[in-house]
């Protein structure tokens, strides 16, 4: 059974940092995709940034020049370095997993950025 554990959010002033930490289990191959989503009250869950087995990225524009990505595939393990946050960051985040086309979810960690 495999299974995505998140931690790191929480709350933080605008101009600070956060670095979320996402553990897949239950898989002993790399999953072929990770990623890091959100989802902000009222909203629909967005991509905010994931990265490939290759260590390709992809970035949502929002983020671009503030967040970065990276994974440890030795841990099937994802990070997502958050700098420079803005009250429009907060949201729950979610870790994603993907191997072939069988996805994954993690429960959430909150990240709430005061202004």
């Known amino acids: 059974q495999v299974q995505l554990v998140e931690s790191g959010g929480g709350l933080v002033q605008a101009g600070g940092s956060l670095r979320l930490s996402c553990v897949a289990s239950?898989?002993?191959?790399?999953?072929?995709?990770m990623g890091w989503y959100r989802q902000a009250p009222g909203s629909q869950r967005e991509l905010v940034a994931l990265?490939?087995?290759?260590?390709?990225?992809n970035y949502a524009n929002s983020v671009k020049g503030r967040f970065t990505i990276s994974r440890d595939s030795t841990k099937n393990a994802v990070y997502l370095q958050m700098s420079s946050l803005k009250p429009e960051d907060t949201a729950d985040y979610y870790c994603?997993?993907?191997?072939?086309?069988?996805?994954?979810w993690g429960q959430g960690t909150q990240v709430t950025v005061s202004s």
């Open positions: 994603k997993a993907k191997w072939g086309t069988e996805n994954y």
């Open positions: 239950g898989r002993i191959l790399s999953a072929n995709i």
């Open positions: 990265v490939t087995l290759g260590g390709t990225t």
